[in-house]
């Protein structure tokens, strides 16, 4: 086991060249989440579209954010598999992806759910890292749901 | 007698250790907590195969030897801070319980002021910032200098006749700054403020004289001087012990207990509550033997000697940049620093890699890592059994580092 395993290319890449970053207009919710303990922080945008009886939509999502590679990273990994996705099914990749980051290495994720995101499984391996690759995933869970229970239908 | 490191990591059996095979511990994380030599080891099993038995009640021989252990490492404590009562010592869980012990018993109400500074560890902060929301007190702070130091200038606007308590580091977790006491103490004195030193890393590395030292109340920890965990130091002034009141309730500190109300043990009872940690004190005991043994001026000398190297070699580090003072003067052995472009975790995680352990995050103290702009730094930090060799195989781990990162 070596770090190399953690920091798969594919992590490289989106730390050295995020996706969605920035933030932008329009959105509903806007949410800062930290890590305490290592001072990764993300301040995260949302954007839905729809109603409780048609079902929601993530429009976009958008985020300003600083820390480890592994919480860089999973920022630019995780706006790309929610963006455009049903609220459904993208809180199924969010879902997936818990699942996968307490498997403690052993899991051998769906390429077709979760996309880049397969990469984080060698970073599961490391008890420390593992909520800088969730950071990112919480914040936006915490927006969407505030987007989708606090706004009138 | 030369200070022979070699002979000295022979004492500490984890020295020896590979963090997996073929890759050597290489330890420098000791701000965070010391490693323990053979000495203290074999003195906490000893008493647990031989004295273990309750403290201070109990007529039985082991009650009694596991009393005079006790109390014998109380002894031994105030002998090395040069206490002039051991009744001035009081155990308590770590430095974080002692400073909140003082944070609830010291006199202070709406109007008056508490100050701190820029550079506190959390458990020198929070405490305070509790005890101002429960009392109604103001807290205040020194703020610091672009180099890592107390703003001196700041003393004389923000120690006021208002202020009841000035409660500061001794030698800065973060910066590695060993602060001027005598020049606060004296600010505080003139308007008759209470002092608090927070003394976890200066005990472990040059210690403390509490006679010297214009202090009131000093905190420190076992685990970071080469003691167990569990453990930590309340010292006090007689009087103003005496004359506190109680922090925490329970067996032992009581004189007498009527359902009605209760009056308090002397000290250093009174501040002891319940069933204390035993075997810690006697595992602290052995660790000041220890440390007396070696000596604390040449422990002194030989960080600082291994200081300088370190400074020296950081800064070659391209793109390194030291947060806190960059030269050893009036300073101790714990180096900030940030790599420009690689965020400390990933610095943290690909040292590992190669064995070198140091600690990444805002070390308990993020207010001052704000005050420097950054989110958090790495920290290497250095102890009486580091060696020239671990800071070489630290600097190399950096070129690692950045050879990673610029691929
Ligand atoms: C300066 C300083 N103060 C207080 C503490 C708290 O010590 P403990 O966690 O043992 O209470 C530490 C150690 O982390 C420290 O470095």
Redesign the pocket.
Known sequence: MTVDSMYQEIILDHYKHPHHRGLREPYEVEVRHLNPTCGDEITLRVHVEGSAEEGWRVADVSYASEGCSISQASASVMADLVIGKDIDAATAVYEDFLTLMQSKGQAEPDEDVLEDAIAFVGVSRYPARVKCALLAWMAWRDATTQATEGSPT | MTYDVARIRKDFPILDREVRPGVPLVYLDN??TSQKPHAVLDAMRDYYEQSNANVHRGIHTLAEEATALYEGARDKVARFINAPDPREVIFTK????A?NLLAHTLPFGPGDEIVVTEME?H??LVPWQLACARTGATLRWVGLTDEGRLNLADLDRVITARTKVVAF?H???LLGTVNPVDVVAAKARSVGAYVVL?A??SVPHMGIDVQALDVDAV?F?G??MCGPTGI?VLWGRFDLLDELPPFLGGGEMIDEVTMAGSTWAQLPHKYEAGTPPIAEAVGLGAAVDYLTELGMPAIRAHEHDLTVYALERLQDVEGLRIIGPTTADDRGGAISFALAGIHPHDVGQLLDEVGVAVRVGHH?ARPACLRYGVPATTRASVHLYSSRTDIDALVEGLTHVRAFFSS
């Open positions: 701000a965070a770590n430095s974080s319980e400073l560890h458990s020198n580091v030698q800065s977790n927070d976890s890393q905190a920890t685990h970071k930590g308990c």
